[in-house]
């Protein structure tokens, strides 16, 4: 397969699907929306990996995309705990070396940050997670899935510059009132 059409292949346009959804995702403040864009993000991922036959890969966003869906009505540590053994589980069912395991922690890590933490810290944690994506997908050749995932670094830390400063402004308010 030629360089172009490997770039315009099915897995790799699932990809920048996943790239779009993600985008919209991390540039989210409202920690409902963010949830939203993060499940039609994984949906995406999901089909990508498949493709791109990494098992633990699709296998670990199945989990992230359910595990993003239960985490809008949900926020109770048991759920929380649950899709983290789900997470391992998968892994050590499916995994096939060290590289196969940076997804399982990556969701692992994300599904810390959606439940039991919000905000900053939750957008803090959730960029130690796209790190992993981001390696993993180099080693696994995701051309969308290494974009958005630098891209995701990029306006996360937007996003946490933006959230750091309203918490500041906040804590500054309420020290000058009386």
Known sequence: MSELAWLFSPAQLLGYLAFGFGMACFAQTDDRRFKVFMALECAAYVLHF?????????????VSLARSL?????????????????????GLWLHTGWVSWLPVAASCIGTT????????????????GTAL???NNLIVGSVGGSVLEACLML????????????ERAERTDRAASP
């Open 113 to 128: 940050a959606l439940f039991f933490l919000t905000g900053l810290r939750m957008r803090l944690l959730m960029l130690a």
């Open 133 to 135: 994506w981001l390696v």
């Open 155 to 166: 306006s996360n830390l937007w996003t946490i510059r933006r959230l750091w400063r309203a």
């Open 50 to 62: 498949l493709l791109l036959q990494q098992p633990t890969a699709a296998a670990s966003t199945a």
């Open 70 to 90: 239960a985490s809008i009505h949900f926020r109770t540590p048991a759920v929380g705990l649950f899709f983290i053994a789900l997470s391992l589980a998968a």
